[in-house]
């Protein structure tokens, strides 16, 4: 059975850094792409960022680039998004999903942790 688990969330100020993991079981994930997502309240979830496992590839929507690293760690199973530079708008439950290479959706996602950036 496949999980992820999300951790890493906090408070923190404006400016200031986090890292979340994602740690990754219950299957073989060298042909999956691993993503990260957020939803503020009231909003609708949106993409940030997304790794190729195999290959290291990656992704970052507009409003994260420059400020925001994806990155793996193949022995542990594990992806995680470097936060730095946060802002206000940042505020969000974060989660990590994985979807096979070549499917547009999503097949599993974690159950989420929240950021929260104060100003």
């Known amino acids: 059975q496949v999980q992820l688990v999300e951790s890493g969330g906090g408070l923190v100020q404006a400016g200031g850094s986090l890292r979340l993991s994602c740690a990754a079981s219950g299957r073989t994930f060298s042909a999956y792409v691993m993503g990260w997502f957020r939803q503020a309240p009231g909003k609708e979830r949106e993409f940030v960022a997304s790794?190729?496992?195999?290959?290291?590839?990656?992704y970052y929507a507009d409003s994260v680039k420059g400020r925001f690293t994806i990155s793996r760690d193949n022995a542990k199973n594990t992806v995680y998004l470097q936060m730095n530079s946060l802002k206000p708008e940042d505020t969000a439950v974060y989660s990590c999903?994985?979807?096979?290479?070549?499917?547009?959706?999503?097949?599993?996602w974690g159950q989420g942790t929240q950021v929260t950036v104060s100003s």
């Open positions: 999903a994985a979807r096979k290479l070549m499917s547009n959706a999503y097949d599993y």
């Open positions: 790794i190729v496992w195999s290959g290291g590839m990656t």
